[in-house]
């Protein structure tokens, strides 16, 4: 079965109809602040009343938000709703990776740009390995039984030597990962699901790009500096109450950035977004922006 999609509040590219709570949720959903969100769809709201109207057309949109926002973040914001209905309107499954090193800030990033699009289905390529480690044992796959970072251990002597043990274990382990990542968007895309996958295993070159009969966005984050990206996990450590010690990755906090400038270089050579994580908000709204783009691309705004 199809997944339903919800609709935002306009209806075509010229009128709304509306609703405060989907309006204040729209208007979230493309980054305005929860207090100014709300202030303006009862703007909306008041305006409609004393109109007795049942929508609103995208001028008086526009009007309305340079009066709570100002005329700049105004005229802003009216825009990236229309980008945002037009993404609702496309009769097309959509597919996001978020790649990148551990540590980066992937799962946060990727929470909460599927809970902004209303797109329920989330997971992890750490999720697929720790399948793969249930059907197949240590001496079968011994890659997929170590960290991203430690999976040149379990690599046979004989390949260690023949390069860079760190990076062959890791794509070894990549390879193998993604068998079930691309099984994952196989189903995904039968069914006309959306979905958001982030993974360290989602390295550009190694998994599709593009999709038939989907719309696929594809970014790796990436984080600088090193003590910043040391920061982020004893933040781990903390929000997860102690579940994931943040000693084991410090002290190899060089391999993870090892493999994140690997990851990196992959991106830059296929045309692959990075986005820097220098917060959480501006590296949502990065990407939040370059879905949009992508759906412009097939639906140019005018």
């Known amino acids: ?51 007795g109207a049942q929508a609103i057309d995208h001028e008086r949109l526009r009007g309305l938000a340079g009066e709570v926002l100002g005329e700049e973040e105004g005229e802003r914001t009216a825009r990236r709703l229309l980008r945002f209905e037009r993404l609702r309107q496309l009769d097309l499954p959509v597919v996001i990776l978020v790649g990148g090193a551990t540590g980066t800030g992937k799962s946060t990033v990727a929470t909460e740009v599927a809970h902004r699009l209303g797109i329920t289905r989330v997971t992890s390529t750490d999720f697929i390995r720790q399948t793969l480690r249930g059907f197949f044992s240590q001496e079968f796959m011994p890659s997929v039984h170590h960290s991203s970072f430690e999976a040149g251990e379990g690599l046979p002597a ?13 794509i070894d382990q990549t390879r193998h990962v993604l068998v079930g990542v691309n099984a994952s968007i196989d189903r995904a895309l039968q069914e006309g699901w959306s979905m958001v996958l982030e993974g360290v295993h989602l390295v550009p070159g190694m998994v599709p790009d593009r999709l038939p009969h ?59 977004r990075v986005i820097e994580n220098r917060g959480v908000e501006g590296a949502i709204g990065e990407l939040m922006e370059i879905v949009l783009d992508r759906v412009d691309e097939l639906q140019p705004v005018p």
Request: charged share 30%; net charge negative; proline share 6%.
């Open 1 to 51: 079965m199809t997944e339903p999609r919800r609709r935002l509040p306009f209806g075509s590219e010229d009128e709304l109809p509306y609703s405060k709570g989907v309006m204040a949720r729209s208007l979230m959903a493309t980054g305005v602040p929860a207090m100014w969100a709300y202030e303006l769809a009862s703007r909306i709201e008041r305006d409609l009343r004393e109109r």
């Open 158 to 170: 004989a390949e260690r030597e023949a390069g860079d043990p760190l990076l062959l274990g890791f």
């Open 214 to 272: 989907a719309l696929l966005v594809h970014v790796v984050m990436s984080i600088e500096p090193e003590e910043v990206h040391a920061s982020h996990f004893a933040i781990r450590d903390s929000m997860s109450g102690g579940s994931r010690p943040h000693d084991k990755y410090l002290e190899r906090l060089a391999d993870i950035r090892h493999i994140q400038d690997f990851i990196v270089e992959e991106a830059r050579k296929v045309g692959i």
